[in-house]
């Protein structure tokens, strides 16, 4: 156990290590395996003094590795916050007041893509898993955005790897957001339009059946299932987008308050005059 | 531990409680404490019997209750996938092929609410709470979507809780993206216009320190901090609204292919002709 002695000699325990927040509160990230025991006496002891600094929320980040803290911290009081794959989060509030820890994610996000080339040509693919396969119904690529990742950013990346054309970013045309789609999870898809930039196309064997470039009226008229509705509303507000000025969203670089990194506002630019 | 007689009168363990998923998988729900060593036992067998029918992604759903047996699972090889305050979401990947485990939920869901009465005033709140606290910077109403709540009503529930305002939910007029705005994940902000139904503002005590009605052009005279130039842009954009015809995103509902709920697919009906 990690110990100090203090002036007069007595052994200490020491605090488990950590660092502020910007909330008051506490961050440990746990690296180092520890002995269970000695993670329950050296955790009781900060939570001691961290009450009596008036901290507000401690967090404690577990790699996989230790999950044998687990059931520790959770003894303590701690309640779990997410996990990723490698790690558990997990977090204690330590005043009377209402908490403001803030809320765990909620939803993934998805892109669907609508490439039109000047023939009038959706890029279309049909995928190897998922509910449509094997009916022989061609879709707009699709895909989930990666952690950290820009909607205008993620649309490019998927088309190129279901697909290997080469696009540019144009508009958000609209988006979907619909509920319970993995468990108690939500899932935002963001249609977006994007102008192709090469037509040579180099399907991903992994995912993708077959891709081509298909007349969007063909496309429009496939008998798409109920619940595939919005690959046809994605033909409709296409031919709107191309044929009458449909305005969506284009991402506009502001300051984020949370980061150094550049956020962007997705707007209505023809609207805004910019 | 549980164990059933087969027919030959051997004593056999039996599987853990499960139900299969739609994607030839497992779920198992664990609700009732069970002995660690029985678990490690009763799971090492049913997964070597799901391992034999080919079975993909195995689940397992620990409350937080069973936290003594998170680490048993985690020696067998499962990984985390989520978790909420009072459960743990484990998984296991059975086949040699690449895995098709849902990605986590990689965002939250905030809303601003932009609400002008006749006389050109808006809707604005000071926080008790966050970096604009005792700048004397008024705000427009702002709140985090609930798990499973749709934008349009967490809007209108948001600005209800704050200020007693109800409301007509009208556009999404922009969204904000922006990264590590707690931990690793996302923020996606819908800057919403919806239209009073009620003036008499009654303050939320707890979150809310001042609330009031404000000329729009005072508003947008306020010195916004950088980092908080999005206050700025949602009054250029109400404007723009109001005197410009600048065209949002509304809610329309369409079969959802996930769930017998309705889905919403937010989409510029101005410009659609719907």
Not at 35 to 42: G, H, R, T, Y
Not at 82 to 99: F, G, N
Not at 175 to 182: I, P
Not at 251 to 271: C, R
Request: charged share 25%; glycine share 6%.
């Amino acid at each position: 156990m990690d110990k100090a002695t203090s002036e007069n000699g007595v052994e200490e325990v020491q605090l488990l290590p950590f660092y502020p927040d910007e909330h008051e509160g506490i961050i440990v990230e746990m690296k180092e395996a520890m002995d269970p025991d000695d993670f329950s006496v050296i955790l009781r002891y900060s939570l001691s003094q961290w009450k009596l600094q008036e901290k507000k929320g401690v967090w404690i980040k577990l790699p996989i590795q230790l999950v044998n803290l687990v059931e520790i911290a959770v003894k303590e009081g701690f309640m779990y916050h997410h996990a990723e794959p490698h790690y558990l989060m997990l977090v204690y509030w330590i005043p009377e007041t209402l908490s403001t820890i803030p809320a765990n994610a909620t939803h993934r996000l998805r892109i669907g893509a609508i490439i039109m080339d000047d023939k009038r040509e959706l890029l279309v693919v049909q995928e190897k898993f998922g509910k449509l396969q094997g009916t022989g119904i061609w879709k707009i690529p699709t895909g989930i955005l990666e952690e950290g990742e820009d909607i205008f950013s993620g649309a490019r990346r998927e088309v190129k790897e279901e697909t290997g054309i080469d696009t540019e970013f144009m508009n958000v045309l609209a988006f979907r957001q619909y509920h319970k789609s993995f468990f108690q999870k939500s899932t935002l898809l963001f249609l977006c339009m994007l102008r192709p930039l090469s037509f040579d196309i180099q399907r991903q064997d992994s995912e993708i059946e077959a891709a081509q470039w298909m007349p969007i009226t063909e496309y429009a008229a496939q008998p798409f299932p109920p619940e595939y509705s919005i690959f046809k509303h994605a033909a409709d507000i296409c031919l709107a987008k191309v044929d009458k000025g449909y305005a969506g969203f284009s991402p506009l670089p502001i300051a984020s308050s949370f980061s150094d990194q550049i956020s962007h506002l997705y707007v209505n630019k023809e609207d805004l005059n910019l």
